[in-house]
């Protein structure tokens, strides 16, 4: 079935870093890919997303390109603020298999520090 | 403004009884989901509805129950026979194919056996 894996974390930065948070998916379909994050108590809300291969995805200075070829979907950003410290979900929709459900990556949870 | 509501923030339950968490939209969203999210772990689907009147489980359904009576609510009852409730409770909706399925949570609610 569809699946995606993340990058274990937890992943720790000094402010201004260049961050790479890994993602990649299994798939049979066409799905599309999304990056969520969730701060400390709060529900998740959507960073970006990304409907078909080649897609980037952009938001807020973060950015993630759907890679068929690699499968991937690996977000960026270039320099990481104390603000962005929470945890960042993978995840995908792919609505030719598995039309009623959001597939979720574990998380990585980001902590940036001053 | 649109959005999703969940009520209450915190619950605390004694062993053997049943909980309603409450959760609400405004969005116009067809889909509604329930998810569970442990300390440290990704989310679990519990329930998911396409239509009023109509739900399947999830991957994790035993010892909850759901109803769709309205388009814009989706309460998730954890009864006593979930054997271990104390969790964090994330409601979502979607516009179903449109936008590749991209959820839009809820604020979540934090529930504790005592």
Same mark, same amino acid.
Request: charged share 20%.
């Given at each position: 079935?569809d +699946?995606?894996t993340?990058?274990?974390?937890?992943v720790t930065?000094?402010?201004?870093?260049f961050?790479?948070?890994?993602? &990649?998916? &299994? $798939?049979?379909? =066409?799905?599309?890919?999304?990056? =969520? @994050?969730?701060?400390?108590?709060?529900?998740l809300?959507?960073l970006l997303? $990304?409907t078909?291969?080649?897609?980037?995805?952009?938001?807020?200075?973060?950015?993630a &390109? =759907?890679?068929?070829?690699?499968t +991937?979907?690996?977000?960026?950003?270039?320099?990481?603020q104390?603000s962005?410290s $929470?945890?960042?979900?993978? $995840?995908?929709?792919d609505l030719?298999? +598995? =039309?009623?459900?959001?597939?979720?990556?574990?998380?990585?949870?980001? +902590? @940036?520090i001053p | 403004?649109?959005?999703i509501?969940?009520?209450?923030?915190?619950?605390?339950?004694?062993?053997?009884?049943? !909980?309603?968490?409450s959760?609400e939209?405004?969005?116009?969203?067809?889909?509604?989901y329930?998810?569970?999210?442990d300390p *440290?772990? *990704?989310? #679990?689907?519990?329930?998911?509805?396409q239509? !009023?009147?109509?739900?399947?489980?999830?991957d994790?359904?035993? *010892?909850? %129950?759901? %109803?769709?009576e309205?388009?814009?609510?989706?309460?998730?009852?954890?009864?006593?026979?979930?054997?271990?409730?104390?969790?964090f409770?994330?409601?979502?909706?979607?516009?179903?194919?449109?936008?590749?399925?991209e959820?839009?949570?809820?604020? *979540?609610? #934090?529930?504790? !056996?005592?």
């Amino acid at each position: 079935g569809d +699946s995606v894996t993340q990058m274990e974390g937890p992943v720790t930065l000094s402010e201004e870093a260049f961050l790479t948070i890994n993602c &990649t998916y &299994t $798939a049979t379909g =066409y799905p599309s890919l999304f990056w =969520y @994050v969730q701060y400390p108590g709060e529900g998740l809300q959507l960073l970006l997303k $990304a409907t078909k291969a080649d897609d980037k995805g952009s938001n807020k200075g973060f950015e993630a &390109t =759907y890679r068929k070829e690699t499968t +991937s979907f690996h977000l960026e950003k270039g320099s990481v603020q104390v603000s962005d410290s $929470a945890v960042y979900f993978c $995840a995908l929709s792919d609505l030719k298999t +598995s =039309y009623d459900k959001v597939i979720f990556g574990p998380g990585t949870s980001l +902590s @940036v520090i001053p | 403004d649109g959005g999703i509501t969940q009520s209450p923030k915190y619950l605390f339950r004694k062993e053997g009884q049943n !909980v309603t968490l409450s959760c609400e939209q405004n969005l116009n969203h067809d889909a509604m989901y329930w998810y569970r999210q442990d300390p *440290g772990q *990704g989310l #679990r689907l519990i329930y998911y509805s396409q239509i !009023v009147n109509d739900f399947q489980k999830g991957d994790i359904a035993e *010892g909850y %129950s759901v %109803s769709r009576e309205k388009k814009e609510s989706f309460p998730l009852t954890v009864t006593s026979a979930q054997k271990n409730p104390t969790a964090f409770y994330l409601c979502a909706s979607s516009r179903d194919r449109e936008g590749g399925n991209e959820q839009f949570f809820g604020p *979540g609610t #934090r529930l504790t !056996v005592l």
